[in-house]
């Protein structure tokens, strides 16, 4: 998502970069493209005429500073105000000290709800040791129960449902169950509804009532228009939601419409949601965004996805054989699937500061599928000692992976320049690699 932005901007940027000062003629040059990608992106037309206003005062109103250029110093008040305009600092769930938290997720049909449920508990459950219990309040959609149910036995935490009609009978009960297992944590799922549907809209108000949360979450999904934006203002003024969370944001939509919400609302957005994968659901950081958007990567959520899902003492030691004589296929192998673990290597170049721009849109993942099946093709002993592997031994690896004769040769070639560069780091000093994190 939001390539279409970065694309617009990175241009806009690449222009000023040629001018020598900032001056009044180009900032206007500059916020007029900026405006125009805005739109396309399907930004509101009021929240991106507000953002190119601030944008102005602040460019024609700063100092110059000598020692950076234009086009820095304006990448610099652009990304200050996106970062502002994404709401700045991040917003998380405030916890109860005494006594469970509840909140209660509402938002239009199809938005993803249900399945937002389950990932909030199972990221509350993961990165604050909560014990949440989840309460099928969704019964207008046909199968909701059922998919609450099995999702949240997905995501090993408990939760209540009932096939009845009467969901304030359901949530009364459900909390009464939470009180009786002790969880800490309550997430109500509610049925999707248009913020025109007086009688539903009521009997949400009444849900709220009876429940009376601490977090009412609106879900919204990232890939609509503007009617996701025309709605969640309608949703705030009835029942004054706590924060919204992003869904489907992994989508090829333009996303404006999405990010426009919190301008709307006046609410941060305080999740994502990315994927059918109950571990997709991130904390929202509008710097982290802002930078990405802006072309300016995002190292700090690299870092920390891959300390969410590589294991440190296993990478250490792949880190240390990468720099010794040692390192062999089998290390290669296990590296690959600890960076697949990170996701899809676009996303994860996405994140890399300077790489926006390279065609990893291009970068066929079955590729690495292919390597992997050439190199468990191969005998234990080729694979520890790939010296070994000779002109009659590279043809009966090609047969039994089904890839060619030049594509395993590629793949060894590849591999022994790779060896040789990272001996070249042992010289230099272990701690300075650029993977040891």
Known sequence: MFEQLQNRLHNVVKTLKGHGKITESNVTEASREIRRALLEADVNFKVARDF????????????????????????KILNDELTEFLGGDSVEIKFNSVGPTTILMAGLQGSGKTTTTAKLARFLKKKYRKNPILIAGDLQ???????????????????????????????????????DNQNDVIIIDTAGRLHIDVELMDELKKVISLSTPDEIL????????????????????????????????????????????????????????????????????????????????DVISLVEKAQE?????????????????????EDFQQQMKQIQKMGSISDIMKMVPGMNKMPVGDVNEKQLIWVDAMISSMTVKERQNPNIINGSRRKRIAKGSG?????????????????KMMAGFSKKGFKRMPFNL
């Open 52 to 75: 190119i206003k601030k944008v102005q005062e602040k460019a024609t109103g700063e100092k110059v500073i000598r020692s950076i250029s234009p086009g820095q110093q304006f990448i």
């Open 141 to 179: 959609r046909p199968g909701a129960v059922d998919q609450l149910k099995v999702m949240a036995k997905k995501a090993e935490v408990d939760y209540y449902c009932e096939y009845i009609k009467d969901v304030l009978q359901v949530v009364k009960n459900g909390l009464k169950k939470a009180k």
């Open 218 to 297: 609106y879900v919204a999904d990232g890939m609509t228009g503007q009617d996701a934006v025309n709605s969640s203002k309608a949703f705030n003024d009835e029942i004054d939601i706590s924060g919204i969370v992003l869904t489907k944001m992994d989508g090829d939509s333009r996303g404006g419409a999405a990010l426009s919400i919190r301008k709307v609302t006046g609410k941060s957005i305080k999740f994502i949601g990315t994927g059918e994968g109950l571990d997709g659901l991130e904390i929202f950081h509008p710097n982290r965004l802002a930078n990405r958007i802006l072309g300016m990567g």
């Open 309 to 329: 899902v590589i294991d440190t003492e296993e990478a250490e030691k792949l880190a240390k054989r990468m720099v010794s004589k040692e390192f062999n296929f």
């Open 403 to 419: 890839r060619s004769l030049f594509e395993i040769n590629q793949l060894l070639k590849q591999f022994f320049q790779m060896k």
